[in-house]
């Protein structure tokens, strides 16, 4: 479409998705003259700039794109919205990320009769719930550019998928290769085999269970792989490498030190995203022909294989849904370059039965997630109602319940209650909960019908975007920082904006705890003190002494992941950091990446409670900070879509050190420039920052637009 009519949302299922789009979509922006605006982390202007010059596409993850709705329908916008795409509608029945997207689209469905919704997935099977739900048209097509062919290889014999056959697959082939006793002890599922079938003509993805389980068998197929592989493509090679190396400040992973020479990496959360980016073009370019990888990458970026081998029908250790089967043997075929793909599924004796109802089982079905997690979803959903007046008294919140998916799926209910049985329940825990009230004068006639507010507490966890199970924690811990909050550093701030929902998932290392302990300076140490973590008590875990007094293992945990941001913050460097802490990469920078973006939500939790105004300066400082981990003059750089710190520092160090520099740069001088930079990639970083320059300009342009209109009420 030449010119968008209204501005647009885009829901992708990550950030680095996100980025992916944004850097493809910023071309068509200055060709075409609408604004691609990025919502992902602590990206992206809540409320949007008002445009007038311009229309916006907005590329939000589903998390910032229900935020970016609230703050259209709060600020009288959300006519504005033309058409809201979301990619992965089955992502609706995926646990609370499933709940947001049912939110944000109700609201929409609610408050606007002009917004289109358009909605894809290629793993749907309740299809009719959904479209009473979108009050939809349903199209659909099988047409796949290239033929897909489905396997199963059970010991050594290959079956063809058949839904013809009695039992569903259809004797194909055996499988031909000279196994040695001690490479069949090595490789019982026999991946060489089938791997040395297409590679290096072709290209492989090899889907593993587990992060350990894909380094083991890219290492493990390098190590009988004929030496003739690493003749190919020597020089490219040599400068992937190199390239790893920089990303990661002269470190190069072990395991890819071995693999690459051959052609092969592995690629799951450990990495950086730095790295994953850079193995993602290596292998979209042919420098590498084959991937292990976690099932994440099937929800990913484009990445498709000639050939697709799930090394096992699980995902750690659940076996695999149909939605999952589908989307990792989907990226088999790679259009334009294959006639065909094909997927093959390794499977031992004792799950062929699974395996063939897993093939011939239908898709699962997309179900509501508001009752979920003690009901986390609908609760933040009646809160946001109320808090946004689109609903202020209880008829009128029933009234919304009834279009959103969960009332299309009366079976969810809980027995013997209804849908107005469940909404009345949830009203009442929000008002045990002090973030709902009745209005004191709601007795009276004239306001019946707007009987319910919403108090300041709500008002900011809805605002920041807070889970409700855990507003009452931020507050308190907020309360309580005021009683004694230390600024000489930022421990204390960092231990503030540790995200609740990592704490869990963290368990320290007790000796590498007691050392970053011990060499905290002074103040530091005060600040341990006072959240409540001694270092006796350290001590004595790390020594694995018996310790009488327990000390709350959240408080404990939260200040061992703040140890680890404030380490990041002061060395600048992931890799020195995972080493010290003993864990992977890619830890470290999903901390980092949660941190920023809680971070973010603190601040406008904080902006809504006057009680908390110290904060707010505080914190627009620390998310920056977080949100970018690198020295101040690269951040402006790193803003641009596509260029990550290594990038940076390349651009900075060849004199582009503005976003004007990039902006103007010409592509060809760039590719001349920049070592190991592709014409496409200079092409949508130039592009990219062009956007974000015209953008800027345009925001500060409307801005005195503002500053200079009189008002009409002046004589």
């Not at 390098?222 to 190919?232: E, M, Q």
């Not at 992973?253 to 995203?273: D, E, N």
């Not at 498709?304 to 075929?333: C, D, H, S, T, W």
């Amino acid at each position: 479409m030449a010119y968008p009519p209204k501005s647009r949302s885009y829901y992708g299922s990550s950030e680095e998705l996100i980025n992916f789009m944004v850097g493809a979509l910023s071309g068509f922006g200055m060709e075409l003259g609408f604004l691609v605006e990025e919502y992902a982390g602590s990206k992206g202007r809540i409320p949007p700039i008002k445009r007038r010059q311009k229309k916006s596409l907005y590329v939000a993850t589903i998390e910032k794109g229900h935020s970016l709705v609230n703050s259209l329908i709060e600020t009288g916008r959300i006519g504005d919205l033309g058409l809201v795409v979301v990619d992965e509608l089955h992502m609706l029945g995926e646990g609370s990320r499933g709940a947001i997207l049912e939110m944000t689209l109700a609201k929409i469905l609610y408050t606007s009769n002009t917004t289109q919704i358009i909605g894809m997935s290629a793993t749907l099977s309740n299809v009719e719930d959904l479209q009473q739900f979108l009050k939809a048209e349903y199209y659909t097509n099988n047409f796949r550019p290239v033929e897909l062919k489905e396997f199963v290889k059970i010991q050594d014999c290959i079956y063809e998928v058949d839904s013809k056959a009695e039992n569903g697959l259809t004797f194909s082939r055996l499988l031909e290769f000279k196994y040695s006793s001690s490479l069949q002890k090595m490789d019982p599922d026999h991946l060489i085999a089938l791997v040395t079938e297409v590679i290096p003509k072709y290209s492989c993805l090899v889907f593993c269970p587990t992060k350990k389980n894909c380094e083991n068998v890219a290492e493990m197929i390098c190590k009988y792989l004929s030496k003739d592989h690493k003749k190919l493509k020597e020089k490219e090679k040599r400068d992937l490498m190199k390239d790893l190396t920089n990303i990661c400040n002269g470190r190069l992973c072990p395991v890819l030190k071995r693999t690459v020479p051959f052609g092969i990496a592995y690629h799951h959360s450990g990495l950086t995203s730095d790295e994953r980016k850079r193995i993602e073009e290596a292998y979209s370019s042919g420098i590498l022909c084959l991937l292990t990888c976690t099932s994440t990458l099937a929800a990913g970026v484009n990445l498709p294989a000639r050939r697709v081998i799930l090394r096992a029908p699980y995902v750690a250790m659940e076996f695999l849904k149909k939605n999952q089967y589908k989307q990792m043997i989907g990226r088999a075929g790679r259009a334009g370059i294959d006639k065909a793909g094909e997927s093959i599924l390794i499977v031992q004796e004792k799950d062929r039965h699974l395996v063939q109802n897993l093939i011939y089982s239908p898709l699962e079905s997309c179900y509501s997630k508001l009752l979920t997690e003690l009901n986390k979803g609908i609760r933040s959903l009646l809160l946001s109602l109320v808090g946004l007046k689109i609903a202020t008294n209880c008829e009128e919140i029933y009234q919304f319940m009834c279009i959103t998916l969960f009332n299309v799926q009366p079976q969810l209910l809980p027995a013997e209650k209804s849908l107005h049985d469940v909404t009345m329940e949830v009203l009442e825990w929000l008002k045990d909960n002090n973030l709902l009230k009745e209005k004191a004068d709601s007795d009276s006639i004239q306001n019946f019908q707007h009987n319910l507010e919403i108090t300041p507490l709500g008002q900011a966890t809805y605002k920041g975007s807070v889970d409700l199970a855990y507003c009452n924690a931020l507050y308190a811990d907020l309360k309580k920082g005021l009683e004694g909050l230390i600024l000489e550093g930022c421990l204390h701030l960092l231990y503030l904006t540790i995200p609740y929902d990592m704490i869990s998932h963290c368990s320290p290392d007790w000796m590498v705890y007691f050392k970053e302990y011990s060499q905290l300076s002074p103040v530091e140490q005060h600040v341990a003190d006072i959240v409540g973590v001694s270092e006796s008590f350290v001590m004595k875990k790390a020594s694995g002494q018996v310790i009488k007094k327990a000390v709350d293992s959240r408080t404990v945990n939260r200040l061992y992941l703040s140890f680890i941001l404030l380490s990041l913050l002061k060395e600048n460097n992931i890799w020195n950091v995972a080493e010290k802490f003993n864990t992977s990469r890619g830890f470290i920078q999903t901390l980092l990446s949660s941190a920023s973006s809680f971070s973010s939500s603190v601040l406008h939790f904080c902006e809504e409670l006057n009680e908390f105004w110290v904060y707010k300066a505080l914190l627009t400082e620390l998310t920056k900070r977080l949100s970018y981990c690198v020295k101040a003059e690269l951040i402006p750089l790193m803003e641009v879509t596509g260029v990550l710190e290594a990038r940076a520092k390349q651009l900075y160090n060849s004199g582009y050190k503005t976003l004007a520099h990039l902006a103007n740069a010409n592509p060809e001088m760039l590719v001349r420039t920049i070592e190991h930079l592709s014409r496409s990639q200079a092409r949508k970083i130039v592009s990219s920052a062009k956007m974000l320059l015209a953008e800027k300009a345009e925001a500060l342009q409307e801005e005195v637009e503002e500053l200079l209109r009189i008002p009409t009420d002046i004589p």
